[in-house]
């Protein structure tokens, strides 16, 4: 098992395994316990109480998941992210936060987040981001997942955000209060969602975007 440190100076070397984790999170007891559990099932963790520590290690490695706390004291987890891209380091991201916040959530996920776990969750849910997250390292797709790419990328800004909270299973109504449009232009834009989609069911949909692909057998 890979031994877990606040890492400093230059990146460590990780070992084969499930995949590289980058944890960046200010909590340090979150933090520790987060990072044992990971290591436990396989994967190599790397902990940074600091987002600037983070940056300062350099490129994380090709194979990493980035799993970063959203509400920091020195940077967020969104400009950390920006920060991250602006390199031209593109890696699969997951956010946390202790705060529930739709708005950030739709942000987060049209930066290209996995996705966004309010805290405390529950670990099957972050190892279910996770193996999405690994997925979208792996060079190869099906059919299916290029399909649901075609179909996703069809989607306009709106439609994604709309998709997004449906996703997240938000009702029309409050959908329409935190993107500050009608209940009326919500069913309208989740009309359109399922059609672009080629969704029969909100089910159908829900288990598209958790899967990444058509394929009902994913």
Known sequence: ???????????????????????????????????????????????????????????????????????????????????????????PVIFMTGHADVPLAVEAMKKGAITFLEKPFQEAALEEALGLAFARLRPATTPGQDLYARRLASLTEREREVMAL??????????????????????????????????ASLTELVRMAITGTTDSDA
């Open 166 to 199: 449906v996703v997240a299973g938000r009702v029309n109504k409050i959908i329409a209060y935190e993107l500050g449009i009608s209940p009326k232009t919500v069913e309208l834009h989740r009309s359109r969602i399922m059609a672009k989609m080629e969704a």
């Open 1 to 91: 098992m890979t031994s877990v440190q606040d890492a400093a100076g230059s990146r460590p070397e990780t070992p084969r395994s499930l995949g590289a984790v980058c944890l960046v999170d200010d909590h340090g007891e979150f933090r520790q316990s987060a990072a044992w559990w990971l290591e436990s099932l396989g994967y190599a963790v790397t902990t940074y109480d600091d987002p600037q520590a983070f940056l300062d290690a350099g490129d994380p490695p090709p194979d990493a998941c980035l799993l970063f706390d959203v509400r920091m004291p020195t940077m967020s987890g969104l400009e950390l992210l920006d920060a991250v891209k602006a390199r031209g380091c593109e890696r």
